[in-house]
């Protein structure tokens, strides 16, 4: 079953705000708990944004745990 993520207006904001962040710098890797930090987002929220930069293949995470350009360093 497949779960279609509709998140409201400021997180739908939020997520543009990641997602233009890792295009600008495409080296960028984060852990969870640094993400939460830079971009003040609280543990369900940030549930929501991962989760759907994941979905949409924009992001991934290492087997180290950190947030990474799903397209770069995936050899």
């Known amino acids: 079953m ?11 904001d939020r997520i543009r705000v990641v997602r233009s962040e890792f295009s600008e710098m495409p080296g960028l890797r984060l852990s969870r708990r640094q993400a939460e930090r830079l971009w003040n987002l609280d543990p369900s ?3 929501v944004i991962f989760g759907a930069l994941e979905q949409a293949n924009f ?9 990474v350009r799903a397209d770069v360093g995936s050899r």
């Open 2 to 12: 497949s779960i279609t993520l509709n998140p409201p207006k400021y997180l739908c």
């Open 45 to 47: 929220s940030a549930d």
């Open 59 to 67: 992001l991934r995470r290492t087997p180290n745990d950190l947030y």
